[in-house]
């Protein structure tokens, strides 16, 4: 199964199209899925991927976890995405330990993107379901599985000089791209406050990429908390950064 959608990848042509794919958080906390994306950042042109076109192995190159799916050639127009999930499990479903992982993505064409995320003890973290494209707009997906039905509150900043509070230090600054990210009608960081579901997960924030290419290059780093406002210490979790480059 897994040869035949190696080879449905490297079949697939798409002129002025281009698949690349994301995976996150780059520090996971144990038990948020890691999130596998692949997006169509062409302006012509169509990308085929798969149900699940990744394999995990860990730090060393050995072989953790290879998903057992359904073979779907799935088709992404310019500016879809499709993203798939790792649950932090090995082949045998057992949860893997704290470590590195290396994410290998299948993309069209037979390219084989390799990304590192590491699965840590720490409390909460997010990641971008697609590429930071210039002219487009990319969901968030928040976890802290500590957190469900939390309320939660984001933010982004140019530098992560660090933000005291009475549960610690939110990884972000006070700068006038914070700023910005809490007005509500900014029009590009969205649903920057919301709640989180069940699982003490969303994708209900967003960021909207201008289409404006003086914004090209730019860095900045996205971060959340989760709010208990019955408490003293309004602050019951602060996630870990996300480093975002414009493209």
């Given at each position: ?32 899925p890691?999130?596998?994306t ?25 072989p ?19 993203t798939a ?12 330990p ?14 084989v ?6 699965v ?21 997906k928040?976890?802290?599985p ?6 939660y ?19 972000l600054?006070?700068?006038a ?15 920057f ?8 997960a ?13 914004f090209?290059?730019?860095?900045f ?17 602060i ?9």
């Open positions: 199964m897994l040869r035949t959608l190696f080879a449905l990848l490297a079949l697939a042509t798409a002129a002025s199209a281009q698949a690349a794919a994301t995976v996150g958080p780059p520090k996971a906390p144990v038990g948020c890691i999130t596998i692949v997006s169509n950042d062409g302006t012509a042109g169509d990308v085929v991927t798969g149900v699940c076109p990744y394999r995990v192995f860990d730090e060393i190159g050995q953790v976890y290879t998903p057992i799916c359904i073979l779907i050639a799935i088709l992404l127009q310019p500016g879809q995405t499709f999930e790792w649950e932090q499990i090995d082949d045998l479903g057992n949860p893997v704290p470590g590195i992982y290396r994410i290998d993505v299948m993309l069209e064409g037979g390219v993107e390799q990304h590192f995320v590491e840590a003890n720490v409390d909460a973290a997010l990641s971008m379901l697609g590429t930071s494209k210039l002219g487009f707009e990319r969901d968030l928040l976890c802290s500590q957190d469900p039905f939390g309320i509150a984001a933010a982004a900043s140019l530098s992560t000089a660090g933000i005291p509070t009475c549960a610690g230090t939110v990884p600054a006070t700068d791209l914070f700023k910005v990210s809490q007005q509500a009608s900014n029009g590009v960081f969205l649903s406050a919301g709640q989180l579901d069940a699982s003490g969303s994708t209900q924030p967003r960021v909207a990429f201008p289409a404006d290419p003086v090209q290059g730019i860095e780093n996205v971060a959340f908390v989760v709010l208990d406002l019955s408490d003293p210490c309004p602050v019951a979790r996630s870990e950064e996300l480093p975002v480059k414009v493209e």
